[in-house]
């Protein structure tokens, strides 16, 4: 069973800059059989996608909201992925919560992996993003 760790998180001011981690653990797992991603909640909100990676191929997909300040990365080396995010702003404050699940998931857009982490993968325990100024 997979387990996966974030960090990162923080309080920063709008225009500002933060790089969430996820690092991926467990028994017997193969790292880059995973599609994984980032979602995001914020208080009174539905959770919502925010970008994908498969492991494998390096193929990506963000949220429309992104709008091209983050990036998602991956280290295949270290079993982890990465969420680069520029111009942060208020609207942006929530926890952040890395995802993982097999392959297959990434073949979809963005919010295909939601079902996943149920299908033999795993959510993180979340980290805290809050931009004010």
């Known amino acids: 069973q997979v387990k996966l760790e974030e960090s990162g998180g923080g309080s920063v001011q709008p225009g500002g800059s933060l790089r969430l981690s996820c690092t991926a653990s467990?028994?017997?797992?193969?790292?880059?059989?995973?599609?994984m991603g980032w979602f995001r909640q914020a208080p009174g909100k539905h959770r919502e996608a925010v970008a994908r990676i498969h492991i494998l191929t390096d193929s990506t997909s963000y949220a429309d909201f992104v709008r091209g300040r983050f990036t998602i990365s991956q280290n295949n080396a270290e079993n982890t992925i990465y969420l680069q995010m520029n111009s942060l702003e208020p609207e942006d404050t929530a926890g952040y919560y890395c995802?993982?699940?097999?392959?297959?998931?990434?073949?979809?857009?963005?919010?295909?992996?939601?079902?996943?982490?149920?299908?033999?993968?795993?959510w993180g325990q979340g980290v805290q993003v809050t931009v004010s100024s």
């Open positions: 467990g028994s017997g797992v193969r790292f880059d059989n995973y599609c």
């Open positions: 995802a993982a699940a097999p392959g297959h998931y990434c073949s979809g857009g963005v919010n295909y992996l939601e079902r996943g982490p149920a299908d033999n993968g795993a």
